[in-house]
């Protein structure tokens, strides 16, 4: 109740403009959204890019943090990069912030900027994002004008970003659809599956966070138990989902939101990376968005049940790194990911990482940082050389 009863107290404030990176194109959206704006970086020698990469970031995050990552990849591929729906430049409250930042205005108080997600009961405005690009579509358009060819595109993905980009590849698609462009996918830390705080927060929250996916998992969905269990998993999950989704969405409502919405807590922070510098970049970027509508936190669960259903039809190739003692996306999801898609193709290859719990990997100390990024440019490499797919 402290962790809930924080926000009504939670304020922040701007004082620098949004870390920006590369050139801007401004995309119009429909249905009154804020104009997408998608972020390209161009190698040297932009004819001779043998391909494009599209950085996806993740949950209440923005892709102004991943500007040296972009200047990596640039090396050789055209990059490009865009906030997700209510996320960085995406986000009305931010752009606005931005904006008068930018036109001599001092601090801005963004603490707002989470009413954003008022519409996010699922992933389906992320994923539109990610498709029209808006982001996929331009970052094509871009990479075609650079040259005669139509290049192949990779798609470099972390945790929330990661289950949006999965299960947005994953849906059948027409032969002419841009995601038949997409050579692989990199997925950093994927979210799929439901977080376990550590310590003694988690001796109160797993169990019920435990609960609550127990229960979507079987909510009209038999498991192939024994029929005694199975009376009693869709006996408990017709009370239990109904229940919690109504009160998710009622802690959502105007006038209940502004002290019900529960502030990021402040192991978060610990378990990103190994960088005590990282560390307090990430204390002062209030252009992370600090908190998050338990609507769009329920639907988030929702979307990782949904794609845990379907994900061994799979079939882009992938390239996937977490590690073991995460608990912000666990290892047991990306097992199971991997255990019924591993198969789906020769190239699909797996980095676990035993020993470790941080969650960013692109974020970590040198040299660990740099190793991550030659690991995914050589798996990259490595795609482009592959002359036939049988997906």
Request: aromatic share 10%.
């Amino acid at each position: 109740m402290l962790v809930m009863l924080s926000g009504c107290v939670h304020q922040k404030f701007v004082t620098e403009p949004y870390p920006r990176w590369g050139d801007e194109s401004s995309i119009s959206q429909s249905g009154g959204n804020v104009p997408l704006i998608l972020r390209t970086l161009v190698p040297l020698e932009p004819t001779k890019a043998p391909a494009c990469v599209l950085l996806v970031h993740g949950m209440n995050e923005h892709i102004g943090r991943y500007g040296e990552v972009a200047h990596y990849f640039s090396r050789q591929f055209l990059v490009a990069g865009f906030d997700f729906y209510a996320h960085g430049l995406s986000n009305p409250v931010l752009q606005q912030a931005d904006q008068a930042l930018a036109a001599g205005a001092g601090r801005q108080e963004v603490g707002d900027a989470f009413l954003a997600q008022s519409l996010l009961h699922d992933l389906e405005p992320l994923r539109r994002t990610l498709d029209l690009a808006l982001a996929l579509r331009q970052t094509i358009a871009l990479c075609d004008a650079q040259s005669d060819s139509k290049r192949p595109v990779f798609i470099v993905s972390h945790s929330l970003g990661a289950l949006v980009a999965a299960s947005y590849l994953i849906q059948v698609r027409n032969e002419d659809d841009p995601a038949k462009r997409v050579r692989g996918i990199v997925f950093l830390a994927p979210a799929f599956a439901v977080s376990e705080p550590p310590g003694w927060r988690g001796w109160v929250a797993n169990p019920l966070i435990k609960l609550s996916f127990h229960a979507e998992m079987h909510f009209l969905h038999p498991q192939n138990e024994p029929l005694p269990l199975l009376l009693f998993n869709q006996l408990f999950s017709l009370i239990t989902v109904p229940l919690l989704d109504g009160m998710f969405e009622v802690f959502s409502w105007p006038g209940l939101r502004s002290f019900l919405t529960p502030v990021s807590p402040a192991w978060v922070t610990d378990y990103l990376t190994d960088s005590e510098a990282e560390k307090a970049r990430l204390r002062a970027d209030n252009w992370i968005v600090r908190r998050s509508l338990l609507r769009y936190v329920k639907g988030i669960e929702e979307e990782v049940v949904r794609f845990r259903r379907k994900m061994d039809q799979f079939k882009i190739p992938y390239y996937l790194v977490y590690s073991a003692h995460d608990p912000i996306t666990p290892a047991w999801g990306n097992k199971d990911f991997a255990r019924v898609t591993l198969k789906n193709h020769s190239d699909n290859a797996v980095l676990a990482l035993p020993n470790l719990h941080y969650h960013q990997h692109l974020f970590l100390k040198e040299p660990a940082r740099t190793e991550f990024l030659k690991n995914i440019e050589q798996w990259m490499e490595h795609r482009l050389r592959t002359r036939s797919d049988s997906y």
